[in-house]
């Protein structure tokens, strides 16, 4: 195969797909994401029967366990894909719309329109599930997407990628619109993050290694997190029953996603009292603690932390822990350390909570909550195609409105420029 030709022809196809996209109605762009949803359960014996296969391969080629859980589709997992994309369907869209409109002291209106970005390449590891998030949210928003998937997926995103055509033809649409890249060649991915004449903005998801590639030799702006540094801070005027649930659903939920908690933040005022009990559940479920030395002195369980431990994201069973003066050394380690993905605090006090949301420099920031939370799905979006650290742009879960971009329209009844 010419891999040069072959993604040349992939982005020819996506333009045109592109053009009709923006100009789809809303109800023929739900039609298509209802009909996918029906397909996927329809289907559902053979989702899982190609997941199987594609998780056979990746044991003997010895992929880590934060990949196999990933990559791992259940009934359950195929149900919320479903569920995801007639959620999709039920939101407003925001194509065409129009606000912020005013009068100019010559007479004519000046407003703003949302409108699709045009080309998306999403290039992914493991996840099937992104195939349907990013189909979804590519079509409501009235884009054509250009989708590579993992090689160790390969199999359950083919079987996905004829349903989500399947859907496409339904409405009467290009199934071009959604185009799955066939090849596992790497070739491919170079071609498609320097394809500026076709693709508009490019969504790495997958490890640091891959992100880190795909931000440093794309000529295409790059919507991205490099990694998930997660911190839970438990304030000393923590509601310690709140503080239990939301550490051990925020690190043990998951070890492998983005989302989980990597790092224990604990005022000191009351760890001598709270942390050998959080330890306590930490080490039930397998965690391995490593902290400074306040930590370790009253957690005998507990290793010495370095330095490095505290900007590491593990996806493993393993989680740092510093015991810290209070609020203000908190937010100042977070700031530090952290990787601007989603931090929490447990704590009953209303000031400091308002000083935590303002002054903690992350995507997402949440009060008495767990980091679990910070998902396209659970803030609404139907789904989501990533999650962005950036601050130009789009920034936290990317949903429909992170696709659009804005345009200014001008209104006027024969008015010209004195």
């Known amino acids: 195969m010419n891999i040069q030709q072959y993604m040349q022809n992939i982005g020819v196809e996506a333009r045109?797909?592109?053009?009709?996209?923006?100009?789809?109605?809303?109800?023929?762009k739900n039609i298509a994401l209802n009909a996918i949803a029906a397909a996927i359960l329809r289907e559902k014996s053979t989702l899982l029967a190609a997941n199987k296969l594609d998780l056979e391969a990746a044991k003997a080629n010895g992929l880590e366990p934060a990949m196999l859980d990933r990559l791992t589709i259940t009934e359950k997992s195929i149900i919320n894909m479903a569920e995801g994309l007639n959620q999709i369907a039920s939101l407003a869209d925001p194509i065409g719309e129009m606000s912020n409109f005013k009068y100019r002291p010559s007479g004519i209106q000046i407003g703003q329109m949302r409108v699709p970005l045009g080309v998306i390449g999403i290039i992914y590891e493991a996840r099937p599930n992104v195939t349907v998030d990013a189909a979804g949210l590519c079509i409501k928003s009235g884009n054509a997407a250009i989708l590579r998937g993992g090689s160790e997926a390969i199999h359950c995103n083919q079987a996905l990628a004829k349903l989500v055509h399947e859907g496409l033809a339904a409405a009467d649409l290009p199934t071009t619109a959604v185009q799955i890249v066939e090849t596992t060649d790497r070739a491919a991915v170079g071609e498609l993050i320097t394809m500026k004449q076709y693709v508009d903005v490019i969504v790495p998801r997958g490890g640091k290694g891959l992100i880190e590639r795909i931000s440093n030799d794309a000529r295409i702006p790059v919507i991205k997190h490099l990694d998930g540094n997660c911190h839970v801070y438990v304030d000393d005027e923590a509601d310690f029953t709140k503080a239990l649930r939301i550490l051990e659903n925020s690190k043990t939920q998951r070890l492998g996603t983005c989302n989980t908690?990597?790092?224990?933040?604990?005022?000191?005022?009351?760890?001598?009292d709270m942390l050998p009990k959080l330890a306590a559940m930490l080490t039930s479920h397998g965690i391995e603690i490593r902290g400074c030395a306040e930590t370790c002195a009253l957690v005998s369980q507990a290793i010495p932390a370095t330095e490095e431990d505290y900007y590491t994201e593990y996806l493993a069973a393993i989680i740092s822990c510093k015991v810290v003066s209070g609020l203000d050394e908190a937010?100042?380690?977070?700031?530090?350390h952290s990787s601007q993905h989603t931090e929490a605090i447990v704590t009953e006090n209303y000031t400091k909570s308002r000083r935590f949301l303002r002054e903690v420099d992350s995507s997402s920031v949440m009060v008495n909550a767990s980091t679990r939370f910070a998902d396209g799905f659970e803030y609404g979006f139907g789904a989501e195609i990533g999650i962005s650290t950036d601050k130009l742009h789009a920034r936290g879960p990317v949903?429909?409105?992170?696709?659009?971009?804005?345009?200014?329209v001008v209104l006027g009844d024969g008015h010209v420029r004195a």
């Open 261 to 272: 908690t990597e790092s224990l933040l604990i005022a000191r005022s009351v760890a001598a």
């Open 331 to 336: 937010i100042a380690h977070i700031n530090e």
């Open 399 to 408: 949903g429909l409105e992170g696709l659009t971009s804005l345009k200014y």
């Open 16 to 28: 045109k797909a592109s053009r009709l996209m923006a100009s789809a109605d809303t109800n023929q």
